[in-house]
């Protein structure tokens, strides 16, 4: 191709790049329903200097990493704390591309204590030693925090949960399995130790059983599903919710 249509194909990817960040840096208010629509005053995009200082970062744990616990494993040696580790490193990679500042953080890392961001996941994957067509992928949010948790905090769990579901299923095309929901994914313990304005999530990205191609020899899908998932987060896209963010139950129904 030509060098001048070469040179516009360029700008017009900085463009896009600059357009992405312009539209993550815009502050966040995740207090409001995104499906409200916007006053027609602010068609610009405003920076203001009261974005919060951790709005544009995110927190990967790599689950099982740096502890004696490696997690499933499979019968050639694999273990769910290296899958887990690759999963984190690539999505970790897409974010920072686009601007977003990703602390890896491993299974029992301090760091955890008191967390502040604009979100956590935790990247766990299922059994290898199970029925070798077993498929699908988990996600849960906090216990804890659905039973005492302000409702804002509520709110931006479930909503971190619902765009990692979204963006999850949309890449992998892994089925979302709700029925096998562990009480130890509920009561997960990174849960207790962020700063409880911090929205977490533990997600199990399939299993190594059945979804084995997919986690260990194309680990950068299930990282895009996560990152996209987060970024749905990040600019409140309105995704669909199973109830409007402002009538939350008080207490959710078990999965
Ligand atoms: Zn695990």
């Known amino acids: 191709m030509g060098w001048s249509l070469r040179l516009f194909l360029k700008a017009l990817g900085v463009a ?6 312009f539209v993550l840096v815009h502050p966040l208010d995740l207090s409001t329903s995104p499906s409200r629509a916007a006053p027609a005053t602010s068609a610009l995009p405003n920076i203001t200097p009261t974005a919060t ?4 970062r995110v927190g ?6 740096g502890g ?10 694999i273990t769910e704390a290296q899958v887990n580790a690759r999963i984190a490193r690539h999505a970790a990679r897409i974010l920072e591309s686009i601007g977003v500042k990703v602390d890896m953080l491993r299974e029992f890392d301090p760091l955890l204590q008191g967390y502040q961001a604009l979100a956590l996941v935790s990247i766990h994957a299922d059994s290898c030693q199970t029925s070798p067509d077993r498929s699908g992928f988990k996600l849960a949010v906090s216990d804890a925090l659905q039973r005492e948790g302000t409702r804002q905090q509520r709110a931006r769990a479930q909503r971190l949960k619902e765009c990692l579901k979204t963006w999850y299923q949309e890449t992998t095309h892994l089925d979302f399995d709700p029925y096998t929901i562990t009480r130890d994914m509920r009561e997960y313990h990174a849960f207790k130790e962020v700063d409880p304005n911090t929205p977490a999530v533990i997600i199990e990205v399939g299993y190594l059983a059945g979804d084995y191609d997919l986690l260990v020899n194309r680990p950068a899908v299930p990282a895009r599903g996560i990152a996209l998932g987060i970024l749905c987060f990040a600019r ?5 919710l199973p109830y409007p963010d402002d009538s939350l139950p008080t207490a959710l129904p078990t999965p």
Request: hydrophobic share 40%; glycine share 12%.
């Open 53 to 56: 200082p951790y709005s544009l």
């Open 60 to 65: 990967l744990v790599a689950g099982h990493s």
């Open 16 to 21: 896009l790049g600059i357009a992405l960040l």
């Open 236 to 240: 409140t896209e309105n995704i669909l």
């Open 68 to 77: 004696d616990d490696p997690g499933a494993t499979c019968p050639n040696g």
